[in-house]
């Protein structure tokens, strides 16, 4: 007989998957987006207050990145169909760190956009694509950092 399951996962694979699945995240997400926004008027990407009940754009993209990003990283761990290494405490970590890098870079993101642009309307469309954007960078970075971390490399 003649072995079926493949040992371990190369880089190119891993990354293959992971844009495949980041552009599959992107579509949907942004389908996602443009039945809950539709019928609003145009929105602000960004504005100058934190403490503002203003809807914007990068405002949304934040809680979308942080729950994709911890989602993402434990179903990429039961997905996994070569050897790789435990949930407790390997990949809990990595949803948690996953997490915190989501909030952190789409924080980051939004307050330089808001230093240098100011506040920008825009429109449905361009709100969909950028959450659409968002949520298919968040996939696919996380997916490849989660399986590239819980692989096991052979010996």
Known sequence: MTETTQA???????????????????VINGAIQFFLLRGSGPMPLTVDSIGTET???????VPLAVS???ILTAVAHTTVKVPKKPFVPTTL???????LF????VVALAVVWQRVMGTVEVGLGTAVLILGTVAGLV??????????A??????
Do not use: C, R
């Open 8 to 26: 371990t996962l190369t880089q190119p694979e891993i990354l293959k998957g992971a844009v495949i699945g980041g552009v599959i995240n992107a």
């Open 55 to 61: 809807h914007t754009v990068l405002g949304s993209s």
């Open 68 to 70: 994709l990003a911890m």
């Open 93 to 99: 970590w990595l949803v948690i760190k996953h997490g």
């Open 102 to 105: 989501a909030f952190g870079s």
């Open 139 to 148: 996939a696919a970075i996380v997916n490849y950092m989660t399986i590239s």
């Open 150 to 155: 819980i692989v096991e490399k052979p010996a």
